[in-house]
């Protein structure tokens, strides 16, 4: 068989193409630029969530704690405020797509946890049982203030997790500080002593 001399040429070029490496770092960096994206971007996006999750948790206790520490409270003026007090923890992050709900809990005699009264996103139903209450804050005629937060958290790229958004969530429980429960709208002025709290 003879050999031609495009073939010869054919050889030496493979060869020649075999042992040249000017291209390597280019062909390395194309083949690990998808996955060095990915990891940069899933941490920036995971790294932001989790700071956004951190401030869904400070809003759930300060609403939670600014209600707690009131002998009463009116749903025109001060839970408005309360509401605006706990969105301004976001900062910086967009206040936008936040869901509050407080609502005042009471325990009754036979340790059956009852909603008294509820104001925000979406408030319970007064009188509708609470089943959700933690054991050791079921204690018979008492008063609990649970506050639910929650927040769709959009990344900025979205890259690596849902353009579209993720739900934050978080509530927080606390007893009333000043008085055994946390008046709901109460005539105004209130009386000396205050009146009784209601039970439902």
């Known amino acids: 068989m003879t050999i031609t001399p495009e073939w010869l040429r054919a050889r030496a070029l493979a060869a020649a193409l075999l042992k040249n490496t000017s291209g390597l770092a280019a062909v390395e960096f194309a083949m690990i630029l998808p996955i060095m994206l990915v990891l940069f971007f899933g941490t920036v996006e995971m790294s932001n969530g ?12 300060t609403l939670s704690d600014l209600t707690s520490q009131s002998q009463e409270v009116q749903s025109a003026t001060d839970l408005p405020n309360f509401f605006a007090a706990s969105t301004g923890v976001m900062t910086p992050y967009s206040a936008a797509p936040i869901s509050q709900t407080i609502t005042e809990i009471w325990v009754n005699p036979s340790g ?42 959009k990344p900025a790229v979205g890259y690596v997790m849902s353009s579209a958004g993720v739900t934050l969530s978080d509530f927080a429980y606390t007893r009333p500080r000043q008085s055994t429960c946390v008046l709901y709208n109460p005539p105004m002025p209130i009386s000396t002593p205050p009146p009784a709290c209601p039970t439902l």
Do not use: C, D, E
């Open 112 to 153: 059956q946890a009852r909603v008294q009264w509820s104001n925000g996103s979406a408030p319970l139903t007064p009188g509708n049982t609470f089943p959700n209450l933690p054991a050791n804050l079921a204690v018979p005629n008492s008063y609990v203030i649970f506050s639910q937060v929650s927040y769709l958290y």
């Open 50 to 61: 989790v700071a956004v999750y951190r401030k869904v948790t400070l809003m759930a206790h």
